[in-house]
């Protein structure tokens, strides 16, 4: 039975890790940002004029993760790209890391007077951005969900809960925020999960270089809170449309597109408007390895969603 449950537990903190950590850069090159807004808790780089977009980024990732989607998008929208402390070299903030960094990005979102944004976020912040929606119904608008779900802690496991979640995950955070940061950049460097979120080359690269630069407490508070956070049971009053980009292709080894696709569905079910397209052969972060594929997805959804199109109900 122990066995049983050390080797559940690992690969439970394997698929976190697979879904959470999240990738890099492009070569494309943005424009300069026009204004900066900067908090302890987060950073967001500004640029672009129109609509606004808020862009969150994954674990370990700074804002510049978006700057591909921001050189794209920033003629027709204002693109406000987040950068949150302990993430890639910026110093970490105090508090719950999910709960922080919801509040203070809701509380900017008010200030700026951001009518109804868009919010793109991948991973982790497709978590952020869900909870955005939830609390916030009539200040939010369409959201663009790259990667991520409403309770990570089930994707293996379909009758597992917030309680058994924490306890699956109580190991690894406590190991991570246990080692020295030279021992954790070390194990970051040689992380064998990293090569199967994105595919080798420069992006890989950067990959590396954000997640041993990330402060590793920060990295662990982040990682156990989207670990065991369930908000299955807030999706029902989603008022805003919603859609989900899935990816499996990093997963192969151990699962398969039919067994990704199907959980996505079973943890969307609830969603009022959701649609959910499935990558062929992108991994984790498909807007780096299928950018136009990414694209072409967004510019369908936010164009349906802006002329009030009906979109298509139950993912189908």
């Known amino acids: 039975m122990n066995q049983v449950l050390r080797t559940k537990t690992a690969a439970t903190a394997a698929l976190a890790l697979t879904l959470l950590l999240s990738h890099s850069a492009t070569a494309a090159t943005a424009a300069p940002a026009a204004t900066r807004y900067e908090t302890p808790v987060m950073r967001v780089d500004v640029t672009g004029k129109g609509r606004p977009m808020v862009l969150i980024p994954g674990l370990t990732c700074p804002g510049d993760v978006w700057r591909e989607a921001v050189a794209r998008y920033s003629e027709r929208y204002e693109c406000h790209a987040v950068s ?4 890639a070299g910026r110093p970490r903030f105090e508090g719950p890391f999910l709960d922080t960094a919801r509040d203070t990005l809701l509380a900017y979102i008010r200030e700026r007077r951001l009518a109804r944004p868009v919010i793109v976020g991948h991973s982790l912040g497709g978590v952020l951005a869900l909870e955005l929606a939830a609390a916030a119904p009539d200040a939010i608008g369409p959201l663009v969900i790259v990667d991520a779900l409403p309770f990570l802690g089930g994707a293996g496991d379909s009758t597992a809960t917030a309680e058994s979640a924490r306890k699956a995950m109580e190991p690894l955070w406590k190991m991570m925020r246990g080692q020295t940061q030279e021992a954790y950049a070390a194990y970051q ?65 151990f699962s398969t597109r039919e067994a990704v696709e199907a959980t996505f569905r079973r943890q969307y079910a609830g969603t009022p408007k959701w649609t959910l397209a499935m990558a062929d052969t992108a991994r984790h972060f498909m807007m780096l390895d299928a950018p136009q594929w990414t694209w072409a997805q967004m510019d369908a959804f936010l164009g349906a969603a802006g002329s009030s199109a009906r979109l298509t109900e139950g993912g189908r």
């Not at 956070?229 to 009053?237: E, G, I, K, N, S």
């Open 84 to 87: 949150f402390g302990g993430f």
């Open 189 to 253: 460097r040689q992380a064998p999960y990293l090569k199967s979120m994105v595919a080798p080359g420069p992006n890989y690269d950067r990959v590396v270089e954000w997640a041993t630069t990330s402060d590793r407490i920060a990295v662990a508070d982040a990682m156990f809170d989207v670990g065991t956070v369930d908000l299955r049971d807030m999706l029902p009053a989603m008022r805003s449309p919603v859609l989900v980009l899935g990816s499996w292709y990093g997963m192969k080894a």
